[in-house]
């Protein structure tokens, strides 16, 4: 009978031993996935986590009154050109005209400038820092808003945008890579939707201002916004981790990673992992770095999506959406046409800050897109109705050009009768378009952006997002241009198609491609 206790006693503590073994291998195996990743381990109590997750989000809505400047400079257009129709005076007090072709630059000439300002702060960005390269941003700024403010006719105006381009290819590179880089894996992509938040908000913001402020006043709150970016850099956030351990500054890189991960993540490990990945890369050339085929693989899919986030009208109807409610026979002044537009894309931000964690970024686009295709169709049905009730429009368009508007302008009648029965079904172009925006913004308006970032090494993640912002701006500026020809080559109803067309190769091209990085670490 003892010996059976023994052996029963003994066969217990094995058991014993054996479960204590494999629940701690399993500790080993859950800390060796948390660690160097800033993903919380066990041992945080809750309090302590929520304390450093809401210092995660102060940091990144520090960080994106970078991108509330941005919209204010791309927004401005919008309340300047309503002003300048009605009153074409100057700071000055003097008569200031601007040429259809003129007015239509105020927009194409900032794609012009995000070229140079993407490439050189690219560079800045991996040499001096995400932070100094943004808060360097002050002066450029400063020179874009003084020549719009003060320009006595129109080519120093035309120059001010140019220089405006520079500014936000410059604040998209430096600031999308400085906001990535702070987060936790598990929100990073709530996170990064702020910046289009702020876009959106800025845009309102701007059209609110157009309401009170003269066109040559506006600058001047923007110059402040940038100001404001400067002091909380300056002040209160502090530079990437990431680039921190890259440029060696160990002390300073654990002091950051501690506020941020906590003391209970291994930072040695993060800061060891970091380098690992990103050694070798930090001293290759950009040319050898881009030969890799994990790397161009990575910029041809973001390239490509940039392509259809251009050629699917998600960055064409914005600018041109005065001339499309007017054509579709709503009536809806300018300003408050703008503001409806703006205010639908901050809903679906809103959404898009909640799911894009917890469905990913691919399920988010493909619904995105589907969505953006069925209101392309419809809109397309709805304006070929109406060229049918009111004959060939647009060989009356092409005979008629000159009464074509500016882009963000309003004819005061139209040059061809709309008192016709589409005019009674105006509400179709207003659901589909604001459906259009809030669907947008729940994946295409987002994810190439977010993508753009958190496809590359943190090495080189600046230099290789500029390139792709580069060929995105390429594309900006020719569907801007195209928008009129296409209409004229097209007519209305098969540019909206067109567009659908576009949306369809994003779903495939996403699901066959698109790679998710939903949990994925980045750098």
Sequence with gaps: MEEETKVEETTGLQTEEKKREEMEDEDEATRKQTEGRGEECQTESPSARRKRLILQVVMVLGGSVSFLGISVAASWPNPAII???????????????????????????????????????GWLVSVIGRRKAIML?????????????????????????????????????????????LPDTSIRGALATVPNFALNL????????????????????????ILLQTILLAFFLPESPSFLVIKGRTMEAKRVLLKLRGPSIDVEKEMENILTENGEKAEMPLLKVLREPAILRSLAIVITLFFVQNFCGLLVFPVNMTRIFQDAGTDLSSEVATIIVFLVQMSGTVLACIYLDRLGRKPCLVFSLLGMALCL????????????????????LQQQQHLLPANNTTLDTPPYDTDLWCVDQGWVPLACLTLFMFTSSMGAGPVPSILNVEYFPTA?????????????????LMALQLFTPMQYAFTPAGLYWCYAVVCVFGIVFTLACVRETRGVVVG
């Design 137 to 181: 941003l002050l002066a450029p700024y400063t020179l874009a808003w003084g020549l719009v403010a003060l320009a006595p006719g129109p080519v120093v105006l035309l120059i001010g945008r140019v220089v405006h381009g520079v500014c936000i290819g410059a604040t998209f590179v430096s600031a999308s890579t400085y906001i990535i880089e």
């Design 460 to 476: 080189v993640r600046a230099q290789l997002s500029g390139v792709c912002m580069v060929a995105g701006s390429g594309f900006n």
């Design 202 to 225: 800025g845009a309102i913001f701007t059209v609110a201002l157009g309401l009170s402020l003269r066109w040559y006043e506006v600058p001047f709150v923007g110059l402040a916004v």
């Design 377 to 396: 169709v419809v809109m397309g049905f709805y304006r070929q109705c109406k060229d049918i009730d009111s004959g060939d429009v647009t060989k009356e």
């Design 83 to 121: 002003d300048l129709r009605r009153h074409n005076t100057t700071i000055y007090n003097t008569t200031i005209t601007l040429t259809p072709h003129q007015t239509d630059m105020l927009g194409s000439m900032v794609a012009v400038g995000i070229l140079p300002g993407t490439w050189t702060w």
